[in-house]
């Protein structure tokens, strides 16, 4: 698989009322070209601080993210901007509510285009057509539109400049189970005929089975465990993927417990396999050449 | 929201008393009988003049008229006015006095009212060297209403951009910035116009002392608006909007400008409004100390001057009618702010 994004022992500590938070804590992922790579994990798992790192809105302590070779962890947003672009969860607060349709997708448009808004507009007609909607919704505001034909635009404006990489910040968790399913099949489309990477982040496991080549688990602040789709759900190793796998389906298989450990195995406070082991800081096992895990009982067979 | 502000009756009146003030003040040259400048010896504090429409003989007029007045000296070489019953002096209409131009455009001598040469009408007295109150407190209106909205729409200018900017960015600019507000706000506002005032030389033309004074209250101004727009942009750069922005490559300049800025105009708006009074206020300090207009110009601070000894109030109490017009301009500028910041409440109408 050639890389198209790769981030490498990435390090974002918060300090929030004298206690260290870590965001971040050595995160190192790979993303391959033209393909979905999905990043699970619960809320506040770092999954967002992951995405905001790597577009630069955060400062990393420490790390680095290369895009295919050339390390970008301190490139200008303007770099940036035409090879990694964003979707935000709610579309409705990630268009700025005082712009037309039209205004928002021409604005993104002149960021790297000297056009006229008349010249512009041919290529916008396109764009929405892209992503199937119709030039009607040029001049309505964001507050009239419905939160799929919303996202549509925010998906029309992210492939505005041709990035090679969208990260898909829980794209759907905004909106139905309909619109959903026409998102990711729009994005499923899109992605092969323009052959663009994903990097997916999302809770939801069966979203995640339907959209994605590859994907990673992360626990706070640590990625846990990685494989391909098809390894992944199959033969998931590390407890924290199968109690994500198990909630997917709705059966809860975990210890109850708010302590969140900050050495040796994060998770063995909620994992029903612990043993002394856990304490030590887990390396990464091979289960084969595209599925690794961090866990100390991964060899272990589990019933 | 317009229905919601017709409905307050209140405001609704200020607003057309904003209006008439204005526009008496923007064609002052057509309201003004006389010359801002005009003296006359033979009617030095002359008093208010009262119109009349029943004469001695009990007759009625349709026309409104004056009695031609004249002054003997009393005992402390005061000047007594009386009238002279027996000579009615007719008030008329569109008469023609000085020329001048109308919004510097069009050239006419027609005068809303006025009285036939031999005589004068001094509708609000006239001062200590015989000069219309009237039309000084029109012409007056003019820097004065001005100074206002020009000082406010400065100060906003700066105070938005430099709160956009310490919001924006927060940290070190932020640091910097919010210390230099606090280094504004800190020092006392009439002493820092007094302080800036002088370190600037006393003797200026009237048009470099207006911009002079616009300059000071400006200064002054910005800095508490600036304060609030940062608390608000710091919200608002946390928008997805404004990080989506930014991962499209905008600049830093216009993400501020047509991302940020424009979320604060509801509240700006109201503040503008409610802030105005300041500026009109801070010009009439000024200029009743006479640090601000100098004569012969007129301002409602520097017609103030002449109301400061006491003896001058007890003896000619009109000259504090442009205290009135002050009081009047600032309070309809409360009231109206008032009321659009209860029709633009912040949590019906900003969706942040």
New interface residues.
């Given amino acids: 698989m050639s890389k198209l994004l790769e981030v490498k022992n990435l390090k974002k500590y918060f300090s929030h009322h004298h206690c260290l938070v870590k965001a971040l804590d050595e995160v190192s992922l790979e993303i391959p070209h033209g393909k979905t790579t999905a990043l699970v994990g619960e809320s506040g798992c770092g999954k967002t601080t992951l995405a905001k790192t790597i577009l630069g809105f955060y400062r990393a302590q420490d790390g680095s993210v290369f895009l295919e070779g050339k390390n970008i962890t301190a490139c200008r947003r303007r770099f940036l901007a035409r090879n990694i672009q964003i979707v935000f969860q709610n579309p409705y607060v990630s268009v700025d509510p005082r712009y037309t349709v039209y205004a928002t997708l021409y604005e993104a448009l002149t960021v790297f285009k000297k056009v006229s808004s008349q010249e512009a507009k041919p290529e916008l007609v396109n764009l929405l057509a892209q992503v199937d909607l119709s030039p009607e919704v040029f001049h309505r505001y964001p507050h009239q539109l419905s939160g799929g034909q919303l996202q549509r635009v925010c998906i029309a404006r992210s492939l505005i400049n041709r990035p090679k990489l969208i990260i898909l910040d829980e794209p759907t968790s905004a909106l139905d189970i309909t619109t959903t399913l026409k998102i990711l099949t729009l994005l499923k489309r899109l992605q092969k005929e323009l052959g663009v990477s994903y990097l997916f982040i999302s809770h939801n496991l069966k979203l995640v089975r339907f959209m994605s080549d590859y994907v990673w688990v992360m626990y706070y602040g640590k990625i846990v465990e990685w494989g391909s789709q098809k390894e992944l759900f199959e033969n998931p190793r590390h407890p924290y993927t199968r109690v994500l796998l198990d909630a997917a389906y709705q059966r809860l298989t975990e210890t109850a417990s708010e302590t969140l450990e900050t050495d040796g195995c994060r998770f063995r406070a909620r994992c029903t396999s612990r043993d002394k082991r856990c304490q030590a800081e887990p390396d990464w096992q091979e289960i084969s050449s595209e599925h690794f895990v961090r866990c100390h009982r991964s060899g272990d067979t589990y019933v | 929201m317009m229905k919601e502000f017709r409905k307050n009756r209140l405001a609704v009146l200020c607003l057309l008393v904003l209006l008439s003030l204005y526009g008496l003040a923007l064609f002052a040259d057509f309201f003004s009988p006389y010359a801002y400048d005009e003296e006359d010896v033979e009617h030095l504090w002359s008093p208010p003049a009262k119109i009349h429409l029943i004469d001695r003989e009990h007759n009625i007029f349709l026309k409104p008229f004056i009695y031609k007045d004249s002054f003997t000296i009393d005992e402390y070489y005061r000047r007594i006015y009386r009238e002279d019953r027996t000579q009615a002096v007719p008030i008329r209409f569109f008469v023609r006095g000085f020329s001048y131009k109308l919004l510097g455009l069009f050239k006419s001598d027609i005068h809303l009212f006025g009285v036939a040469d031999s005589s004068k009408i001094f509708i609000l007295g006239a001062d200590s060297k015989g000069r219309d109150l009237f039309t000084r407190i029109l012409y007056g209106a003019r820097i004065s209403l001005s100074i206002g909205l020009i000082g406010v729409l400065i100060s906003y200018g700066i105070g938005l951009l430099l709160g956009g900017i310490a919001g924006y960015y927060g940290g070190r600019v932020d640091m910097i910035l919010m210390r230099l507000v606090e280094m504004i706000m800190l020092v006392p506002g009439f002493y820092l116009m007094l302080a800036l005032r002088s370190s600037f030389p006393p003797n200026l033309s009237s048009t470099q002392v207006y911009v002079l004074l616009i300059v000071i209250l400006s200064f002054i101004g910005w800095a508490s608006i600036a304060r609030v727009i940062r608390g608000m942009a710091l919200s608002l750069r946390e ?3 404004v ?9 830093d300049l216009q993400i501020i400008v ?2 940020i800025i ?2 604060t105009f509801s509240y700006a708006i109201v503040t503008i409004v409610l802030s105005i009074p300041g500026y009109i206020l801070g010009e009439a300090a000024l200029s009743m100390i006479g640090l601000g207009i100098q004569e012969p110009q007129a301002s409602w601070g520097n017609l103030l001057s002449s109301a400061m000894g006491i003896v001058n109030i007890k003896l000619f109490p009109w000259i504090l009618t442009p205290g009135l017009f002050i009081i009047a301009a600032s309070m309809c500028f409360y009231v109206l702010g008032e009321t659009l910041r209860d029709i633009i409440d912040p949590k019906r109408k900003i ?1 942040l």
């Fill in positions: 928008n997805e909007f990080y989506a922005a930014k991962s499209l490559g905008l600049r047509r991302h424009p979320h969706s």
